[in-house]
């Protein structure tokens, strides 16, 4: 059984433009308060496909509500997140997953009974074989080729020596790589990053950056939620700005730095 | 081999050499000898070792691998054994459409149960199997009784249509059987004092066992075990990597359910009735202590668990005072009085008392179960190996010092 191919024909298409095939992601008007607490205002916002896009702001904007809304782990008050015209709000986070977006945690959630090798090759699994498959004779160990790749992927992450212990076992910064192997292996067609260095030392902050320049390059389209602007400049090619729960600045990263609206809404908190 | 890695196909050659031998080395005691009565080589218990080991092993697909703790799987033992009866009484006494049965309602109606079940997770999905388990001997033993006989359960009869069978000769009694060779046969080998008793029903009832635990090695080993476990490690991160937790629970639950299924078929084969007793609540309870006894999560350690249990069960409960004080007869007559009280609660019927006694012991020193005490007992070895043959390790090639 494979839901790989879920049925787009009963989505809604609000607010997505067909006739623009080059925006493969949108968030349109999306709502979402705690309370009294408005956490997404408004927030309307286009990837390309292909693009880096980068959502930055102060503490508190929203950011990573914003990327919970867009894996299905929230439901908006309004609006919607449609991805290459599937409406990805009301989906459950498998479903979202099985079309195509992976989705790299802030705090590392990887599997922590489970090796480093596994909690690799796990995601390609499923990406391979829907998000069920009854294959209770077959040998996992057969599976050279998802293996393979799994080592090769975990290898340039500086994980190679680590395959096969306890995830569990790992440094958080180890814990952070593996999430990112993790969102890799699937060669997802939208990766969404959640702070992916955060707490990792300057050099290991350098060699992701350097990984995610050879992703970007195959063509895959990624949004980076990210503090470090070393990182945003180094990757985004476009930037949008939250602060409050709205988008305040959207634009390449030249025009983002120039914007007096963003530089009011770091003061205090980072020279762009 | 058999699509096994080494180290899995090792253990099942020892399991198997294990089963095979289990006559000749759960009687090592002459029959004569005051200690005759710790000999489980019986076919009674030996059955009840791989019958229960096949339940344990089932539950263990579902507890060992995703977590999720059910308090009701003696429901389709029992569901399991209610089939194999009624295909006895209606079709043949050969017992494979009798299992075959068992293992096809036990399927179905574990799929029923876990379909709602597994709505919830943790303490309430244990209550709700629990309730259903419940629910099914409460129903057993009242508006059901039409199908499951109430309180005298069900037997073959001999005005039972058998329309496979024919007609049983006047003075023959319906046995169950495989083709002809019946479950109650035995060959006894006597070798000096001692005594073997080598029987039909429990060597198909270990093949089963051997057959289900090959099985099991293949699940532990697949990519759908693999999903298992990691619903067992983190659930919620299951579906960010685009894997549906549901489907996985249910089939789990299923496939246990339909192990349960096996074993209720043979315990109908190698005794030919079935009663509502076997879901109660306390037989659910006792495959939980066995597994987590054994080792939860472990390939062998549920069938460890399922032997230990019923031993003790069989063995211990028969222990009484005068076999107390045959045991202390060589003592002075007050510190025989004094021996045989202090021991004479842990005996007998007092013999869950020392099961409790056990299951705490292993729970608090031994989390991973008896599996775990075998490990950290290997690992003393190896290391007291590892350093003899450092010792010698000028002289040793690296391979034999492995």
New interface residues.
């Given amino acids: 059984?494979s839901?790989a191919q879920v049925s787009s024909n009963n989505d809604e298409d609000r607010g997505f433009e067909r006739g623009t095939p080059n925006i493969v992601f949108h968030i349109d008007d999306v709502h979402k308060s705690f309370g009294g607490l408005h956490a997404l205002s408004d927030v309307d916002l286009d990837v390309q496909e292909g693009e880096t896009h980068a959502i930055i702001g102060p503490n508190g904007a929203g950011k990573s509500t914003l990327l919970n809304v867009c894996?299905g782990r929230l439901e908006p008050d309004r609006g919607a997140v449609i991805f290459d015209g599937h409406t990805l709000t009301g989906k459950?986070?498998?479903e979202i997953?099985?079309l195509g977006v992976?989705?790299v945690?802030q705090t590392p959630?990887?599997?922590?009974?489970?090796t480093v090798l596994?909690n690799v090759?796990?995601?390609a699994?499923?990406?391979r074989?829907?998000?069920?498959?009854?294959?209770?004779?077959?040998?996992?160990?057969a599976?050279t080729r998802i293996r393979d790749e799994a080592i090769d992927i975990s290898t340039k992450l500086g994980l190679g020596p680590a395959l096969e212990i306890a995830a569990s076992s790992l440094s958080r910064g180890d814990k952070r790589r593996l999430e990112l192997a993790?969102g890799l292996i699937?060669h997802p067609r939208l990766l969404l990053l959640d702070e992916p260095t955060a707490g990792m030392a300057r050099a290991d902050t350098n060699a992701t950056i350097e990984l995610l320049k050879t992703i970007k390059e195959d063509g895959m389209t990624i949004v980076i939620i990210e503090h470090d602007m070393h990182v945003v400049f180094s990757l985004a090619d476009r930037i949008s700005v939250l602060a409050g729960g709205r988008i305040i600045a959207q634009g390449l990263p030249d025009e983002i730095k120039g914007n007096p609206k963003v530089k009011e809404a770091y003061l205090g908190e980072e020279e762009l | 081999m058999l699509?096994l890695?080494a180290r899995d196909f090792q253990l099942l050659l020892f399991v198997a050499a294990i089963t095979m031998l289990a006559p000749i080395f759960l009687n090592p005691f002459p029959v004569d000898s005051s200690l005759a009565q710790f000999n489980g080589g019986y076919p009674d218990l030996m059955q009840r070792f791989v019958i229960f080991g096949i339940f344990a092993i089932g539950f263990n697909i579902l507890f060992g691998l995703t977590g999720y703790l059910s308090f009701g799987h003696a429901a389709f033992l029992g569901a399991g054994s209610y089939a194999a009866i009624w295909m006895m009484k209606l079709l043949t006494m050969n017992i494979i459409p009798a299992i075959i049965l068992s293992i096809i309602v036990a399927g179905l109606f574990s799929l029923a149960v876990g379909f709602i079940s597994l709505r919830r997770s943790g303490i309430y999905f244990s209550i709700l199997t629990l309730a259903f388990a419940q629910m099914s001997y409460s129903l057993a033993y009242s508006v059901l009784t039409p199908i499951t006989g109430g309180e005298t359960g069900l037997q073959p009869k001999l005005n039972d249509p058998r329309i496979l069978d024919g007609e049983l000769a006047a003075g023959e009694t319906a046995r169950a059987n495989l083709f002809g060779l019946e479950m109650g046969s035995s060959y006894d080998l006597a070798v000096g004092g001692w005594v073997f008793t080598f029987n039909v029903g429990y060597y198909i009832a270990a093949i089963c066992m051997l057959l289900a635990f090959y099985?099991s090695i293949?699940?532990f080993?697949?990519?759908?075990?693999?999903?298992l476990?990691?619903v067992?490690?983190?659930q919620?991160?299951?579906?960010?990597?685009?894997?549906?937790?549901r489907?996985?629970t249910l089939?789990a639950f299923v496939?246990s359910g339909m192990y349960a299924g096996v074993a209720g078929g043979l315990m109908v084969a190698m005794d030919t009735q079935a009663g509502a007793e076997r879901m109660f609540w306390t037989a659910s309870g006792e495959v939980v202590l066995m597994t987590i006894l054994g080792g939860a999560g472990t390939l062998i350690g549920p069938v460890l668990g399922a032997g230990m249990i019923k031993y003790m069960e069989n063995i211990i409960s028969k222990i009484n005072t005068t076999i107390l004080e045959a045991w202390f007869a060589w003592a002075p007559d007050g510190l025989q009085d004094v021996l045989v009280s202090v021991i004479y609660p842990f005996v007998g019927k007092g013999w869950h008392l020392t099961l409790g006694l056990v299951f705490m012991l292993v729970v608090i020193f031994l989390p991973g179960g008896l599996m775990e005490g075998f490990e950290k007992i290997g690992g003393l070895f190896s290391r007291k190996k590892g350093k003899n043959s450092d010792s010698v390790a000028g002289s040793a090639s690296p391979a034999a010092a492995e």
Wanted: aromatic share 12%.
């Fill in positions: 059984m839901s894996v459950q986070p498998y997953n099985q992976a989705r945690f959630e990887v599997f922590p009974d489970l596994e090759m796990l995601p699994l499923s990406k074989d829907g998000h069920f498959r009854l294959n209770p004779f077959k040998s996992f160990h599976e993790m699937q | 699509s890695n099985a293949r699940i080993r697949s990519p759908f075990g693999l999903m476990r990691a067992k490690s983190n919620n991160r299951l579906g960010y990597t685009g894997v549906s937790t489907p996985y089939a496939i």
